[in-house]
């Protein structure tokens, strides 16, 4: 009996153990997947936490709903990876042998890597939305507090649904006015990047986005520090910015887990081939989701896209045969922009965010880049399809893997 | 497209980003240096070699990444290239502007 191991049960790891499943037959491969955790969150819901646009139920599930019954689980904490005796150590002492092996277990804040943001303001002062609890944290305080300096932050790149930040400044406008108080409210939005996002043609259009709706923009903003006392944050360049609530974007790393293993990046990512998804370091390692350091976003959407291309080559791989199958970047997310409307992007590693439609099935047309109620109504349908389709490895109709040319204008685009 | 630096015709792009580090001399790097209105100096120039050394072993360049060579510090980095270190470095040490990212 062979065994496939997958360490993470979150987006990619459960998506793969579902669609691993119908490939490796029953009386040849045991299937095994690791988490820490029981629960299964829908990270792209605490953006909306905060506003009480959704409820902390929405986004809570157990992993094992989610997981088809012949998936041996284990809950338990991943010690390290062992890539040169195929082994695997958890955090309990217990070792697993594996045949083949995938990495899904994404990444996390790490708000310890700026001086002074740990402090005794942490969720008090200073909040993140991208875990649970930050998301909570922040929305319990939103509901009493009575305006002043919001600053929204974004450490440094990479960091998981790039765009979220920006929706964040964008549903705060909107929160704040149907609150009746966005006179009291001063938004500013500052990040280490040049505009208002990576991809310049997306960048135009957001950057006036929010000239639109009084949202001010620091850019080029490298933090050294966070003065919590003064509640002021502090750049390299000798900027500094006053805050009285400040939500940041920490730096986001993989899991300590890869560190421990001795194979990550600086940031702890795990160094992939960016077509193939096959890790750097052993052949029966394969990586997917937040967990690679691809330059393609880190978002549940692009996990979706590489699995269609994994599961291909990891079979290829079984069979000894060559990886056919490439994964060209592709992503695409809404951009929820307030006031029940929102945008729609979809680039890949070398095409930019480009205007025209997007055909998803009995809902589309959508429009790309282009503020409106129907792309709204899609990014909410996202949760439904998540828990749905995407988790269940299920084909979403009309979206494939590698980046549609049809209904798009690309003469707005530079290729490099 | 191309452009004349230091008396030499080298490769570049829109945003004047050299396209062929092999162009590359000291001499064009002065030049663009003043253009960015940076001056040099010793530890400048063992931070340009360092981040060439990157380029060429396809390693991505982060502030990050600077912050740990050992070459230099985050600070000292920003006061060797002030107003966006990343990108001026870059183009002075010849290599494409870097994408933090997507
Ligand atoms: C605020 C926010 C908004 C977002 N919005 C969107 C959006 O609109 N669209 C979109 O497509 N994506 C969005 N995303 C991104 C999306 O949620 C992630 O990209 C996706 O969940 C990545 O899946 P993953 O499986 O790689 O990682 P995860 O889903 O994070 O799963 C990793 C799993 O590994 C487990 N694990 C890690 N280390 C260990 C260890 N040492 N031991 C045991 N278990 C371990 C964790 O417990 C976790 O369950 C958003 C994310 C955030 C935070």
Request: overall charge negative; glycine content about 8%.
């Amino acid at each position: 009996m062979k065994r496939l191991v997958i360490l993470g049960a979150g987006t990619a790891g459960t998506m793969m153990a579902n669609l691993m499943v119908k490939k490796l037959p029953k009386h040849e491969w045991e299937l095994v997947i690791v988490d820490q955790n029981r629960t299964h969150y829908y990270q792209p819901g605490f953006l909306f936490l905060p506003f009480d646009i959704y409820q902390p139920e929405d986004v809570i599930k157990p992993i094992n709903d989610f997981l088809p019954k012949r998936v041996k689980r284990i809950v338990a904490g991943i010690d390290r990876v062992e890539p040169k005796s195929n082994q695997v150590l958890l955090e309990n002492g217990e070792l697993i042998t594996y045949d083949l092996l995938v990495i899904a277990t994404g990444c996390n804040i790490a708000p310890e890597e700026v001086n002074g943001m740990m402090s005794d303001k942490w969720y008090k002062e200073v909040f993140d939305f991208y875990t649970y609890d930050g998301a909570c944290a922040l929305r319990k305080k939103l509901q009493t507090w009575e305006g002043g300096k919001l600053v929204i932050h974004i450490t440094e790149m990479p960091i998981k649904c790039p765009v979220a930040p920006l929706e964040f400044a964008f549903l705060a406008d909107a929160f704040f006015t149907e609150k009746g108080m966005r006179d009291k409210v001063d938004i500013t939005f500052v990040t280490p990047l040049s505009g208002a996002f990576t991809k310049p043609v997306a960048s135009k259009q957001l950057t006036y986005l929010l000239k639109e709706k009084n949202i001010k923009i620091v850019a080029d903003f490298a933090i050294e520090r966070v003065d919590s006392d003064n509640r002021k944050i502090h750049d390299y360049g000798g900027q500094e910015v006053d805050y009285d609530l400040l939500v940041t974007v920490p730096t986001n790393m993989g899991d300590p887990m890869v560190a421990r293993s001795g194979f990550g990046n600086d940031l702890n990512y795990v160094p992939t081939d960016k077509c193939t998804l096959q890790s750097k370091v052993a052949d029966n390692i394969f990586v997917i989701g937040d967990a690679t350091d691809l330059p393609a976003s880190k978002a549940g959407a692009v996990a979706h896209f590489e699995a269609e291309v994994m599961v291909e080559n990891m079979m290829h791989f079984i069979e000894g045969k060559p990886m056919r199958f490439e994964f060209d970047g592709h992503s695409n997310c809404f951009i929820e922009t307030g006031h029940g409307k929102a945008l729609l992007i979809d680039f890949n590693y070398t095409h930019e965010p480009v205007e025209g439609s997007f055909p998803l099935g009995g809902f589309g047309p959508l429009k790309l880049l282009k503020e409106t109620r129907m792309n709204h109504m899609g990014k909410l349908a996202f949760r439904w399809v998540y828990w749905n389709m995407l988790l269940k490895g299920v084909p979403i109709p009309f979206v494939p893997a590698t980046m549609s040319h049809a209904g798009k204008d690309f003469s707005a685009i530079e290729c490099d | 497209m191309t452009t004349t630096l230091a008396g030499k015709e080298v490769n570049v792009n829109a945003e004047g980003y050299m396209t062929d580090l092999n162009q590359w001399t000291k001499e064009i790097a002065l030049e663009i240096a003043q253009q960015e209105e940076v001056t040099l100096n010793e530890k400048s120039w063992q931070v340009i070699t360092w981040i060439q050394e990157q380029f060429k072993n396809e390693d991505a360049l982060t502030i990050r990444k600077v912050g740990k060579s050992g070459v230099t510090d985050i600070k000292e980095f920003y006061e060797l290239f002030p107003n966006g270190p990343l990108k001026k470095a870059s183009k002075i040490a010849g290599i494409p502007k870097p994408v933090s990212c997507i």
